[in-house]
């Protein structure tokens, strides 16, 4: 009786932390509602290049956004116009209630070599470190001085929740 209590209590035990996994964001950047081309310039208030208007996604979550301990899966295809040697992207919350610049995830994850005109495909997963108070922007940045203008292709995801 005895191993068999211990045995179901083990069970539970087993049953309750696969319920408590975080759930899993999917983010197709095609999905944007802020267009399908990004421009990336000279940051004003830094010394990077970065996108203007970062691909927004905070419809597609609103009421249902992601928490610590969930993940975020960016599914991205893309061409750009010219050479990049590293794209890198963050997830954050670009709004006016986040100062403008509240990572959503610590990591920081990069696109390498990037060749003018060949498309590039790939998902890149991130750990949620910070609740996003009302916006989920993908920051794209990079290092070197390239004025450049990526053009988003639907990479076969579907954003969504799982």
């Given amino acids: 009786m005895k191993k068999l209590l211990t045995s179901a209590f083990i069970?539970?035990?087993?049953?309750?932390?696969?319920?408590?996994?975080?759930?899993?964001?999917?983010?197709?950047?095609?999905d944007t509602t802020n267009g399908k081309e990004i421009i990336i310039k000279k940051n004003p208030y830094g010394n990077n290049f970065q996108n203007v208007n970062p691909p927004t996604f905070t419809k597609y979550f609103?009421?249902?956004?992601?928490?610590?301990?969930?993940?975020?899966e960016v599914h991205f295809?893309?061409?750009s116009s010219v050479d990049i040697p590293a794209l890198t992207m963050a997830v954050i919350?670009?709004?006016?209630?986040?100062k403008y610049w509240l990572a959503i995830s610590n990591q920081y994850e990069s696109v390498l070599d990037i060749k003018a005109g060949i498309p590039y495909e790939g998902v890149l997963v991130y750990k949620v470190d910070a609740k996003p108070?009302?916006?989920i922007t993908i920051q794209m940045m990079y290092n070197d001085e390239i004025n450049s203008k990526i053009t988003l292709l639907k990479s076969g995801a579907r954003t969504s929740v799982k």
């Fill in 62 to 72: 609103a009421g249902n956004f992601p928490v610590p301990g969930d993940t975020i």
């Fill in 77 to 79: 295809k893309f061409k």
């Fill in 93 to 98: 919350d670009n709004s006016a209630l986040a």
């Fill in 11 to 30: 069970s539970l035990l087993l049953m309750g932390s696969l319920f408590a996994q975080g759930k899993n964001y999917i983010i197709d950047l095609y």
């Fill in 133 to 135: 108070i009302s916006a």
